[in-house]
T-cell receptor, first 116, second 113 residues
């Protein structure tokens, strides 16, 4: 149980376009979902926290107008990278938990974004 | 603010030898501590977690970690390494509530035959 999926697993796009990444909890309802970014050979950095039905909370330094997060249901959160640029190329990973923070976070397999 | 320091970006041990991966944390409140493992091209998998219960936490695949408040440490150990343990290991801290995790930079574990 506690499976989290992400789609797509890889995406290549042209500079200036927007890309949407989906994160789904397959067998549980997630009250809180988190989005992380991982640069090559580096650690995961928390980008934002989203609760179903409310606006996401972004970490300092993360542009909320560039990284749009929607948590429309208890099993789906989406991250849209708007007007992507090469520096946005990274590995984006989502996680989901039943109760944010103290409970276990279940991680998706990640999405590799390459912006040309 | 919270932070995690993992000593050693790469650790190499022989198969059958003791595995010790070091993690030190800082937190302004009693922390929740986690160890995750990431195999190549896969997502993070929870190995074990400390949430203020027993200080010695046993996880999956024979791993365990001990919370030492006086040393602000949460080192991960396994008595006998197996080739399948080769992976990237991340220590993470949360201060609870609705916080996300703060990760260390990770330790790449190499198992020598």
């Amino acid at each position: 149980g506690a499976v989290v999926s992400q789609h797509p697993s890889r995406v290549i796009c042209k500079s200036g376009t927007s890309v949407k990444i989906e994160c789904r909890s397959l067998d549980f309802q997630a009250t809180t979902m988190f989005w992380y970014r991982q640069f090559p050979k580096q650690s995961l950095m928390l980008m934002a926290t989203s609760n179903e039905g409310s606006k996401a909370t972004y970490e300092q330094g993360v542009e909320k107008d560039k990284f749009l997060i929607n948590h429309a249901s208890l099993t789906l959160s989406t991250l849209t990278v708007t007007s992507a640029h090469p520096e946005d190329s990274s590995f984006y990973i989502c996680s989901a938990s039943l109760a944010g923070g103290t409970d276990t976070q279940y991680f998706g397999p990640g999405t590799r974004l390459t912006v040309l | 603010a919270q932070s995690v320091t993992q000593l050693g970006s790469h650790v190499s041990v022989s198969e059958g030898a003791l595995v010790l991966l070091r993690c030190n944390y800082s937190s302004s409140v009693p922390p929740y501590l986690f160890w995750y493992v990431q195999y190549p091209n896969q997502g993070l998998q929870l190995l074990l977690k400390y949430t203020s219960a027993a200080t010695l936490v046993k996880g999956i695949n024979g791993f365990e970690a001990e919370f030492k408040k006086s040393e602000t440490s949460f080192h991960l150990t396994k008595p006998s390494a197996h080739m399948s343990d080769a992976a990237e290991y991340f220590c993470a801290v949360s201060e609870g509530g609705a916080d996300g995790l703060t990760f260390g930079k990770g330790t790449h574990l190499i198992i020598q035959p």
